[in-house]
Every structure is written in C-alpha cells, then in structure tokens.
C-alpha cells in the first residue's frame, strides 16, 4: 500500500524566510503533484513533477523530484504572508490520475 | 470558462440516511474523480468514472457508489450514513483516461452526519 508523508505538519515561518517541505512516499512513482489549499477552499494545482530531477518553479515556490529517493521537496523563497495555505503532495502509481495524498502541510506565514 | 461545479455546498444528514452528490465537470473534460477529506487530512480516493463507467476503486465500502451521465457529469451516493461519513467531498475532472492528467478540483460538498 502506498504511503506519503509529509513534513513537517505544521510551520510557522516569519515572511521573509526560507524553508522547505518534504514528501516521502513508499512505492516507486515518477508522478508527483503539489497542491495547495486555502481554508473552505478547494484544492489548487501549483506543480506537476514527472521525472527523475525534475524541477518546477514559480514565483516563490520551488518543487523538485528526486524518484531514486522516493523525495519531493517543495522550497519557499522570501516567504510572504499570502503564501499562508495547506500544502499537499500527492502521488500517483495508477495508469491515471489515482492520487494518493498527504497528510498536508499546514504554512502560517506571519508578518 | 465554468471549473468544476458541485451541489449542494452543504448539508446535514442523519445516521442511516442516504445522500446525494452531484458533480459538473469542467468543460472538456471526460473523466470525473471523486475524494473524501475528513477534517484535517488530506483527500482519499473514492471511484473515478469515465465513459460511464467506474475505472478504479480505492478502499471504500460498497455504500458509496457513483454513476456517470452522458453529458460527464457524476452523482456520488452514500448508503446507509455513519458518523464517520462526515466530511468534505470533492469533484475533481481532468481529460482522458490515461498518463498524468492533472486533476481540477471543485470547491466540494460539506457532509455533516448528526
């Protein structure tokens, strides 16, 4: 059974900072996707990571893909508070579009 | 350009009720998934549709079924309410059935089990 975790859960971050959220998934997949979510709000595409040492970016978000370690990372550059969401990864093992999520990533970016 | 549509936005139902969920897919898109978030965790896969058929299944009980109409939109029925059944329900549509599609997400229907 395929697993994804991500961390860490929760993280509060000054604007202005730096960090990085990691997904961990068990089983081989070269499919991965980021999403975002806002609170009451549905889920919003940000990335799609479909190689190994794939890399996406835009604006201040940065994913990356690395299948051989079974890692994705999701780096925030110079955080700003509209940046404050629900990230998730999700992963994808099925010959289409079954996703299998995480646990999500709760960023609060304060001023 | 409509998204992905889903009715109601809200209700309220008893243990051992049933529910309906509808679902409009965005246009052009042919294939409707649906997910279940419980507060606080990520979406679970539940069946996907396409061709009005069910395609894939995850790891739900028969008293969740689905249908699919001619025109790709999707119903999402629950048998049989739990409290457990409480969430947030999701609609997600994309083109084809195959490869990496990325998925459209509606803004989901709120299931309270009383």
């Known amino acids: 059974e395929l697993k994804v975790e991500q961390n860490p859960l929760f993280l509060s971050m000054q604007e202005g900072k730096n960090y990085t959220i990691y997904c961990n998934y068990s089983?081989?997949?070269?499919?991965l996707y980021w999403y975002r979510q806002d609170p009451g709000k549905s889920l919003e595409s940000l990335f799609v990571?479909?190689?190994?040492?794939a890399v996406k970016q835009e604006g201040r978000l940065m994913a990356s893909l690395d299948t051989k370690a079974r890692l994705s990372t999701l780096h925030i550059t110079a955080a700003v508070h509209d940046l404050s969401a629900t990230y998730f990864c999700a992963v994808d093992m099925s010959t289409a579009s079954k996703l299998t999520f995480g646990t999500g990533t709760r960023l609060q970016v304060t001023l | 350009d409509a998204g992905v549509t889903q009715s109601p936005t809200h209700l309220i139902k008893t243990r051992g009720q049933q529910v309906t969920l509808r679902c409009s897919p965005k246009s052009g898109h042919d294939t409707v998934s649906w997910y279940q978030q419980a507060l606080g965790q990520g979406p679970q896969f539940i069946f996907q549709?396409?061709?009005?058929?069910?395609?894939q299944r995850g790891n739900f009980p028969d008293r969740f079924s689905g249908h699919q109409f001619p025109n790709y939109s999707s119903e999402l029925n629950v048998n049989a309410l739990l409290l457990g059944d409480s969430a947030l329900y999701l609609c997600?549509?994309?083109?084809?059935?195959?490869?990496?599609?990325?998925?459209?997400f509606g803004a989901g229907s709120r299931l309270t089990v009383l």
């Open positions: 549709y396409y061709e009005e058929e069910e395609r």
């Open positions: 990571l479909l190689s190994n040492g």
């Open positions: 089983t081989t997949s070269d499919r």
């Open positions: 997600a549509s994309s083109f084809g059935f195959s490869g990496a599609n990325v998925l459209t």
